[in-house]
């Protein structure tokens, strides 16, 4: 069972980046997904997560209106288009999995079951 997360790299304030969550080892269309970063000397924070249909999604306030999760179950493949990205974006990213029986999500870490290795956000000013 393995998450990889990629899609990271420099950019400047303004600009858009498109992550991508990748599974293997199982099937995504269980799970919930989750994505998480972590700024340097920062706890790990919700970003935003998406339910195993699609239907349940939710954003952390400081990145509504700018980022955009979607899933797609057939390639088993999650995304996070991130668009007017500002320094405070700067982190490790990481996509998360947690089986749920219902449809819905959850911003929290303790929730998730699978976890990548994150991909790098640098976002310059």
């Known amino acids: 069972v393995q998450l990889q997360a990629s899609g990271g790299g420099l950019v400047q304030a303004g600009g858009s980046l498109r992550l991508s969550c990748a599974a293997s080892?199982?099937?995504?269309?269980?799970?919930?997904i989750g994505w998480f970063r972590q700024a340097p000397g920062k706890k790990r924070e919700a970003v935003s997560c998406i339910s195993h249909s699609g239907g349940g999604l939710f954003y952390d306030d400081s990145v509504k209106g700018r980022f955009t999760i979607s899933r797609d179950n057939a390639k088993n493949m999650v995304y996070l288009q991130m668009n007017n990205l500002e320094p405070e974006d700067t982190a490790r990213y990481f996509c998360?999995?947690?089986?749920?029986?219902?449809?819905?999500?959850?911003?929290?870490?303790?929730?998730?079951?699978?976890w990548g290795q994150g991909t790098l956000v640098t976002v310059s000013s």
């Open positions: 080892g199982f099937t995504l269309e269980n799970y919930a």
């Open positions: 998360a999995a947690d089986f749920l029986i219902y449809d819905s999500c959850y911003m929290m870490n303790d929730e998730y079951d699978y």
